[in-house]
């Protein structure tokens, strides 16, 4: 099925237009959830940390927390914003259903869903890499070389959002993915400590996880640690993979 960029614009628009009615309550709840695990980790814990060591350098604690919020925002925001947002658009205000019988395709909803849900995910990772710029842990120009990234992997999670939502057929199955799959790579994917304080094998096990590589790629650009080629390559195949699921589960949804 061939695909438009006026009908994928068309659709991102309308999504926007939505949000624009309740974007201060977004800016709340984007900035609530980073700020209290920052507070909480970055300047509680870190006061008794201090330096943590990740691969061969030692680096400031509060500094390390900064980048891996930064990824576990791009990771909660994206994921659940396709998983729920997904499932209610899909089955409860059904504008997947409504859009299509305009002469927008229905390819190129999805396309524009998962473009949306991938620059709300964005923005909310660059809000919190605004907050550590203010704070002096990052440096300015760090946002810059965030953007392309923040977005692919925004655009990742969110692919698996939606590839949840499109296979669930009740909002309580979000929770399995939710629970086994996404909370692990928050709490294993070296947000709050260096993977190389598990036990064997589990730093190898955690790197087939993509927020292990979204977590290398912003600490390289945020405080400079060493770039791992591979963790890019993780990335790419991760997006590419998270996106054909999610166009296949949605079309195999809608399309009967």
Request: charged share 10%; with cysteine; aromatic share 18%.
């Amino acid at each position: 099925m061939t695909e438009s960029m006026w009908g994928i614009w068309s659709v991102w628009r309308r999504y926007f237009a939505v949000f624009r009615k309740s974007f201060l309550y977004y800016l709340t709840t984007a900035f609530l959830e980073p700020i209290l695990y920052l507070t909480s980790f970055a300047f509680g814990l870190g006061n008794l940390i201090g330096d943590v060591k990740v691969g061969n350098e030692m680096m400031n604690y509060q500094s390390f927390v900064f980048s891996g919020v930064i990824a576990q925002t791009v990771l909660f925001q994206g994921f659940f914003e396709g998983a729920y947002g997904g499932f209610f658009r899909l089955n409860y205000q059904r504008i997947f259903q409504a859009i299509a019988t305009t002469p927008v395709t229905l390819s190129e909803v999805i396309w524009a869903e998962l473009l949306w849900d991938a620059s709300k995910a964005t923005l909310a990772s660059l809000l919190v890499t605004a907050i550590g710029i203010a704070t002096g842990n990052f440096l300015w120009s760090s946002i810059i070389l965030m953007i392309p990234v923040c977005f692919m992997s925004a655009l990742l999670f969110g692919a698996l959002g939606l590839c949840t939502a499109g296979y669930s057929s009740n909002i309580d199955q979000i929770s399995y993915p939710q629970f086994l799959f996404v909370f692990p790579m928050f709490l294993f994917c070296g947000v709050f400590y260096p993977i190389d304080v598990l036990p064997d094998p589990l730093p190898t096990l955690v790197w087939i996880l993509p927020l292990t590589s979204v977590n290398s790629l912003m600490r390289t650009i945020a405080v400079g640690t060493p770039f791992e080629s591979y963790a890019l390559a993780i990335i790419i195949a991760w997006v590419v993979v998270a996106i054909f699921m999610a166009r296949r589960a949605l079309m195999s949804r809608l399309v009967k």
